[in-house]
């Protein structure tokens, strides 16, 4: 029984360094340049669950059951971006309802999708709650104000 508490224990420390290296590793990036495409360009530019208003949350909605998304993988993604307030910025909806294609990698997509997506199954939706750093940063972007938390449901329809 003892083992199991120091296995426990010891899982929980490295997940605490992994996290706190991504953190650090965000916050050194954040003066270089991010995307300034428009928010209908989607999350194009720049991961998990926690209630901490500087780190991204993930909910799964539905699981899926297909094929699993990975960073690199070329994912096909129904979605909607709103802000914290629930003003829609973006939606594929709005784009037509055709899904969107996108590479899941950093400096393809924002670094709350890059993050927040992988582990995704096809036929899975999963809220994500990005706060501004994972985000456009102190950007405005279109109608995405700068420093602003963004709330996207995503849809896996695809990955290859």
């Given at each position: 029984?003892?083992?199991r508490?120091?296995?426990v224990?010891?899982?929980?420390?490295?997940?605490?360094?992994?996290?706190?290296?991504?953190?650090?590793?965000n916050?050194?990036?954040?003066?270089?340049?991010?995307?300034?495409?428009?928010?209908?360009?989607?999350p194009?530019?720049n991961?998990?669950?926690?209630?901490?208003?500087?780190?991204l949350?993930?909910?799964?909605?539905?699981?899926?059951?297909?094929?699993?998304?990975?960073?690199?993988?070329?994912?096909?993604?129904?979605?909607?971006g709103t802000l914290?307030?629930?003003?829609?910025?973006?939606?594929?909806?709005?784009?037509g309802?055709?899904p969107?294609?996108f590479?899941l990698?950093?400096?393809?997509l924002?670094?709350?999708?890059v993050q927040?997506?992988p582990?995704?199954k096809?036929?899975?939706?999963?809220?994500?709650?990005?706060?501004?750093?994972?985000?456009?940063?102190?950007?405005?972007?279109?109608?995405?104000?700068?420093?602003?938390?963004?709330?996207?449901?995503?849809?896996?329809?695809?990955?290859?």
């Amino acid at each position: 029984m003892g083992t199991r508490v120091l296995i426990v224990a010891g899982s929980i420390i490295v997940i605490i360094a992994v996290i706190g290296g991504v953190v650090m590793l965000n916050g050194s990036n954040s003066n270089t340049s991010k995307s300034t495409a428009s928010p209908s360009a989607s999350p194009v530019a720049n991961a998990s669950a926690s209630s901490s208003p500087s780190a991204l949350q993930s909910t799964d909605v539905v699981v899926g059951t297909g094929a699993e998304a990975q960073v690199g993988s070329t994912i096909t993604v129904k979605y909607t971006g709103t802000l914290a307030d629930g003003t829609v910025f973006d939606s594929t909806d709005k784009q037509g309802g055709t899904p969107a294609t996108f590479t899941l990698a950093q400096g393809q997509l924002i670094d709350g999708w890059v993050q927040g997506i992988p582990g995704m199954k096809v036929g899975g939706t999963r809220k994500l709650v990005i706060p501004a750093s994972l985000g456009y940063g102190s950007q405005s972007v279109g109608s995405i104000p700068p420093n602003s938390t963004l709330v996207f449901t995503i849809e896996l329809v695809g990955v290859k």
